[in-house]
């Protein structure tokens, strides 16, 4: 059913893009996403914010006047889907750009056919850093920015000293945590654990017991998305876990359908429906219009992929044209003000973002308790 | 191909040949493929082909042998490992290219080895062997994601060195890869190896009373597919310079499964049209619908494991072999040429038979327990050269228990069974065979889908070897199995699958397999069993010459008596697991202890 | 066939015609017929090996019956599945592994009646035929001595109060005096009830001391057949079975 | 220490719970149904399906039992009937069917994690700590099961015509018991306890497509540890899931994560047949 339409939706774009771009080649966006596999929950909503960029920009008459059409991939969320993916976009469709919110894996195994074939490539998901190519951007977040609105948060405000921490064994989890634990004891805290559960692991028994013997002041929790956070939230509220608690893998759509076991929680964003911004109030109201009752709760992983499609807009126009090279040269020059505010890849091919903390009401909604401007993503790839 | 039949003009090209212009056939495909190939297109076959290797080996493992594999993906992830981990780690250049090659085979094998070991051994459960497979990914995947930035955890290594060689090159690379790899594989399975592989397949317990090691073969085949397998992946992920744990793990160690089953299991072209097939349709459909896509393997999956259990390929050789039989009666469709000539044997330990003058066989206090139930109980015989010695008694006295212990040194709960000289101790029943004791069966399941000359090879597997990449043309067998052989007009016979035998060719075929081992001590039960009065007395024929001419010691269980009087030297009777009498045939037929028994008036047995 | 089968009547419960059956392609059961009343007691009598027990796993639906047909109170039941010819009460007691040991000498009887109600009802025509059963009902039936388990072998059959029992070799291995009582129940059992009684065997004075008729099998065939009424049977018989 | 005793025993409760459905078809089908993890996702989605429409959360678990049955039913009649003289391929086909459910699944309700509300949350105190209800509840079910299914067998003509099956199918045959039936019922009660294990770990557990598939392997191990038998089962669960929990605790979770497969591996080279046999 939902997919169905998708399909359709997706024709239907196809269909009035190449009506309008007859005369010139269209500029073609490549979007690889995990429309099957761990990130097929989020994928139709980066999908939905791509589509509206694209037409938004068809609209007033395209980029360099020609027009933009998507092609968007299945990777399956992981390694080999994403060689298939990229394979196609690249090779088949000959693409222009590639902007995408992946799995780490997935970004992994696409970077070397990126590289391979010379194409800009925008990455719009969070992740655990350090990731470097001269083809990649990033405009999405990574630890150093995620990490620090929280710690600072639960040491200055809420008095912690002593830090519990808890992640799924992945390149993301671990990472982040990393970097936490390094931070915290920068800071003057005190890491009294740090256990990591398999990414399919659902019994965090063993864990929470050594947890609530060490009694922290706080917990900050990096697991994958989905199931494992849900499965350990679950279980920390079964058993009566109530010190703050700072979840780095949920977001405001999971927080609310997460219902009371949610509550309380703080988490930390680029971008929450929330934000008072003249350019998030018009996003939100063209996304409510476009999708109607189809609409997936934008996210900050769908924001980041519509801001990406301004931000490529801005750079071809920039270089006066879409050859590759000069594409990728113009990136770090450009700025546009989307719904997170002003943003620019400028930092080592990342960038330097506004991070909302937030801590999840009782009715699941998620309340802003403090904005940080302008956090630095820090030393990223300072090869590059 | 060239062996299915018949008497078509190319019968004189031997398989080599054949094999090799199919091959020839094929690098001509995969050489002037990338001239007419879009470069996508190319790409994900490129891929494709490196999984069909993996297939292959899945089908060596599974579809011929039987082991029902869900690992053979680890070795793959091993290969690739080995290759993501040297060049990102180490270095990179030609040698480093090998050294990465070569850790990446020896750590497959080692591992393959090493699991080998524990899940095959004499009485291991099939069931075994898939846990330790199962089990293998889920641990190898687990150490992947502990090792942190090492193996690079769940997001796996990528962007490492490797040679960016064009496409075309690395499409022509890995297509002689799967060409190399699939006509060796084409070759072995055809060879006389190839034949035990199957025979394992069918009746692995009856291999073993063959004298064949069974579990050191499938160990074998485990390291060399792990082998291969890691060569895949090796060239897989120097191909798409990226490694992920989902390389190594459980659901791409099923998918290879779902592949080989689908394409049909033991044929080795279905499992690489499988692999290749499911592959590339996955990247054009799974883009537009990806759940969809895998509804309908599933589905497929399952449908053909339930209703075609040899895959989709069965659809087309099943057409093809009822076109070649078409006009022709059942057997004739499932005669195969053959070329085996059967010679005569120097067989030593038939002469040695002769000359020896140690007991072939001496039980002592034998006991058999199965529980609370005793089923033999402190059971001496010695068994003279050149007697034969009948073992009678009403069902459940123990008789096919006593073959038992005698045949496999893990069956008895306690005494010593000595053959020439040696104990048995505890060991397997092919060890036995080694020491001289052939043992027959009182069922008929032969290998069934074998024919009677690839029977005859197998059973001269522990004295004459096998050839991995050949059938050999000559079988030499001792001088008695050819009597038989001739007796019963086997000889005439050896290119029919011996399901298609007749019952009393079954029987003599089997006693034919017993006597190529040369075993000094012959353990028959119930030879005769649903044979017609002219075949019998052929039999009984044939087993006085055994003991009178060869010097052989044989052990009958009969219950025709009648036979038993004619043919024996002595007769052991054995009661509820005692034995009642062990005398000539005129003090057994004689004693009323016996008549007492057999009638039911007397069930005391005497102290 | 033999002059000395009787006619089908109106009281033949078990009717075999021309049966032949066997594993791998080698037919073990030879095209044979016989029939068998109300109230009578038939043995077949053969060698170990000849197809007695075939027979009657042919006629129990475990082996297929290639050619010929067999017919329970007037309805064909030719290869039906054995759990449904078993619903046609008839009581089938194999030779080997015929009594669950690991079960309790109750539920060995339970698994006899359809319900457990019955087992009730019914205990007393097992006090009556066999008391050290009813004694030992707790008892697994594994711990039972070899002469016990075919006690509770042919109790399992007698609470089932079957139209036909098909009962394979009950006499092996047992004693004498066992013997005899065994005798003893079948004939009360045949007299009481009207039972039909299909017994294989290889005892001769056993057979002869409880059956009205016997036939002979020998590879698969019957080649002889009478009434055991008829004296002289019993040198007859002795050829053919003689060790 | 009392933490970690319960920790043993609520999770050798989850582990016993989650496998006796297993246990049920191996022990009478000979037949390993490699679904078993798809037909725990499918207890899972009946709960929330019970508690979206406003149901009481208690009654998720004899709703998921209910589907289990019919769902089991249905299967044997289709699947498993032809497979029974081929058990590899029937794991193979149960894999596969694992598959199509998964797909299913991911049609109606999509890839992203649903919920249920639970019958119960929060903790109770024992023992001087606080400790997870739902936890303590699950080791309640877990005796009451064991009982149960101990009470079905040894106490109830199905239980002993299937014992009759287990022990020796074709003298069952000949008794006039129909195997076939006791089959189908067998695998609908497997099926069912299934579901309704789904069910009971939702409260501690996501509900999405895959959540059955990482008890899977854990169960099949435990089961043949067991020696397909319910006290064997129950020291499987308790032997295992303690030695998971202690090598969580005291060494690493993670490789508490594999301390079962590995654990079982090693138990079945040395007692191939189980703990409760030979």
Known sequence: MKLTRLASSLLLLGAMTYGAAAQEDPIKIGIPVGLSGANSVVAPSVVQSSELAAEEINAEGGILGRQV??????????????QRAFDSLVFQDDVDVLISMETSAARNAGLPIVNRAGKPYIYTSFYEGRSCSPWMYVNAWVPEQQVTPIVDHFMNEEGAKSFYLIGSDYAFGRGMLEFTRQYIEESGGEVLGEEYLPMDGSDWTAIISDLKSKNPDALITSTAGGAPNVTLTKQLRNSGVDIPYGNLAVDEGTAKSM????????????????????????????????????????NDLSVPQYEAIYLYKAAVEKAGSADPQAVVDALPEVSYTGPRGDIQMNKQHHTPLTMYLGQVKDDGTVEVIKTFENVDPGEQCPNL | MADITSQTPQRSLSPYWTTAIAAALALAVVLTAPLYLDIYLTNVLIRALFLGVLALTVDLVWGY?????????????????????????????????????????????LIAWLVGLLSFYHGASP???????????????????????????????????????SINTWFIIAGVLLVTVASLAWLFVRSDFGRILIAIRENEDRCAYLGIPVSAIKTGLFVVCGAIGSIAGFGYAAFTNVVAPELAGFLLGTESLVWVALGGRATLIGPILGAIGIDVTSSYLSGSLPFLWKFIVGVAFVVVIILLPNGIASLVTGAWRRYKARGKDETAAHRHRSNVTLVPAKSRRLEENLSDDKAPILIEALTCRYGSLTVLDGIEVVGRRGELLSIVGPNGAGKTTLMRCISNGGERTSGEVVIAGEKIGRRSPQKIVELGVGRSFQNTSLFDSLTVGDCLRLARYRIDGASYLERTERVALPEPALEILKATGLDRQLGLETRYLSHGMKRGLELAMVLATEPRVLLLDEPTAGLTKPERTAIGDVLTRLVEDYGLCVFLIEHDLDFVREISNRIVVLHQGKMLLDGSVEEVVSSDLVKAVYSGQETETPA | MSALRKPESAESVLTVEGLTSGYDAAPVVRDVSFSIAAGEILVILGKNGMGKSTLLKTIMGFVRASSGKVHLAGENITNRPPHLIAQHSVAYTPQEYAIFQDLTVEENLRLGVENDKLLKERL???????????????????????????????????????????????????????????????????????????????????????????????????????????????????????? | MATLFLDILTTSSMLFIVAAGLMIILGVMKLINFAHGAFLTVGGYSAHVVTDAGFNAWLTIPAAALVGFVLGIVVER???????????????????????????????????????????????????????????????????LGAALTALLYFTRFGLNARAVIMNENLARGLGIDSVKVRALTFGLGAALACAA?????????????????????????????????????????????????????????????????????????????????
Not at chain 1, 69 to 82: F, T
Not at chain 3, 180 to 189: F, N
Request: hydrophobic share 50%.
């Open chain 1, 259 to 298: 219902g009371s076991d949610a509550t309380g929680i703080y988490i930390s964003q680029s971008y929450l429906t929330g934000i008072e911004s003249e350019e998030n109030k018009t996003f939100l109201a063209a996304m409510e219009e476009k999708f109607g009752d189809e609409l997936k709760t934008p």
């Open chain 1, 69 to 82: 059409e998507l092609v968007v991939a299945d990777d399956g969320s992981g390694a080999q889907g994403a």
């Open chain 3, 124 to 243: 007393e025509d097992v006090e009556a035929a066999f008391p050290r059963i009813v004694e030992r009902l707790r008892q697994g039936a594994g711990t039972l001595s070899g002469g016990e388990q075919k006690m509770l072998l042919l109790s399992r059959a007698l609470i089932a109060r079957p139209q036909i029992m098909l009962i394979d070799e009950i006499s092996e291995g047992l004693q004498p005096t066992m013997i005899a009582r065994m005798a003893e129940v079948l004939q009360a059992t045949k007299e009481k009830n009207g039972v039909a009684i299909l017994l294989v065997e290889q005892n001769l004075p056993f057979a002869l001391s409880v059956a009205d008729r016997y036939a002979i099998l020998k590879i698969g065939e019957i080649v002889e057949r009478g009434d055991v009424a008829h004296a002289d049977t019993a040198a007859t018989l002795e050829e053919h079975l003689r060790i």
């Open chain 2, 65 to 109: 042998t039987g082991i029902l594999t869900f690992g053979q993906s680890a070795f793959f992830g091993i290969g690739a490992y080995a290759c993501a981990l040297v060049f990102t780690h180490w270095g990179f250049g030609p040698g480093w290219f090998v050294a990465a090659l070569v850790i990446g085979i020896l750590a497959a094998g």
């Open chain 4, 198 to 278: 789904g069910a009971l770990i939702t409260p501690l557990l996501s509900i999405d497509p895959n959540m059955g598939l990482p008890w899977l392997v854990n169960s099949f191990m435990l089961v043949l540890v067991s020696g397909v038998a319910i006290p064997g089962l129950a020291l499987a669960s308790l032997l295992l899931g303690g030695a998971q929990v202690l090598v969580s605790t005291f060494v690493s979770p993670i490789i508490g994560g594999i301390t079962i497969v590995v654990l079982a591996a090693v138990i079945l080279r040395i007692k191939p047949q189980g703990l409760s046999r030979g």
């Open chain 2, 127 to 165: 069931l075994y062997s898939s846990i330790m497979t199962l089990a293998l990914p889920i641990v190898l995947v687990q150490i992947i994601f502990s090792g942190g930035r090492f193996t690079g955890s769940s997001s796996g290594l990528s962007g490492f060195p490797t040679y960016y060689w």
């Open chain 4, 78 to 144: 289709v699947i498993l009937r032809p497979l029974y003289d081929r058990p590899l391929d029937a794991i193979l086909a149960t894999w596969g069917l694992g598959i199509v459910i998964a797909q299913v699944i991911t049609f109606i309700f999509g890839r992203g994690v649903q919920f249920a509300e639970s019958p119960i949350s929060g903790t109770a105190d024992l023992f001087d700590i606080s400790y997870s209800s739902w936890r303590l509840i699950l080791v309640l079910v877990a005796v009451v």
